[in-house]
């Protein structure tokens, strides 16, 4: 496998020319700067995980030599191939997507932070595969706030029980809340969205005093901003900088 091309190279539109995946990661991050400085916060309290789903190794590798040092992937078996390809340790990897948990033992070993988890059992699994790989496994709840397109995510009232539950899973280390809010036309109207998980980490950090939710994974290419101004820790890229996915 090492050395082979991912089958995602071929499926890849040419739509951006050689340098302008590092311009566009630069206009992206001075966006986040500008977000956070106009909501009073510092630019280095925002991470840029940009979601490689789907995009060639070599566009990736222009976008690393950008200086870009969180890749997001949504499926495990797509970053399972890109990992050994681009290994560095200058890179972390995130997984985005929603996880299955026959695919739980691969994340484990694959990503540094799994931003999906939407059950106990899942939980449960991950910790399980912690354990065994001697590794803390550092986690977000996923959260579906209603109006969501996306099947994945545990309904608000579920958060706080959740994190009771996994109280005693000793090598799963709850970092955070994520959402993927419905598409709007404009980024204003999810605003409430992001502003609503702000307040359900805040709630959950006064009754959970065992877990210390520090993350807001929130914002994506079409609405970053407005994810920040509403305190997102977080915020996945795709689009953005690497343009538009064929699939889509
Ligand atoms: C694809 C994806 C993104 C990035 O979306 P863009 O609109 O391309 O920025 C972010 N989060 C998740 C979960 C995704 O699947």
Known sequence: ?????????QKEAGTIVEGEIRARVEQVR???AEAAQRAGR????????????????????EALDAGVAVLGENRVQEAREKVPVLNSPAVTWHLVGHLQTNKGKLAVELFDLIHSVDSLKLAHVLDRHGANLGKRVRVLIQVELGGETTKSGIREGHVIPLLHACRDLSHLAVE?????????EH????RP???QLRELRDRANDVCAEHHLVHLSMGMSHDFEVAIEEGATLVRIGTAIFGERPQD
Request: no cysteine.
């Open 30 to 32: 001075a966006r986040i």
């Open 1 to 9: 496998m090492r050395g082979a091309a991912p089958r995602t190279e």
């Open 176 to 184: 955070g809340l994520m959402i993927m809010p419905p598409f709007r």
């Open 42 to 61: 510092r630019p280095g309290g925002v991470e840029l995980v940009a979601v490689s789903k789907a995009v060639s190794i070599s566009r990736i590798r």
């Open 187 to 190: 980024p204003e109207e999810v």
């Open 193 to 195: 969205f992001f502003r």
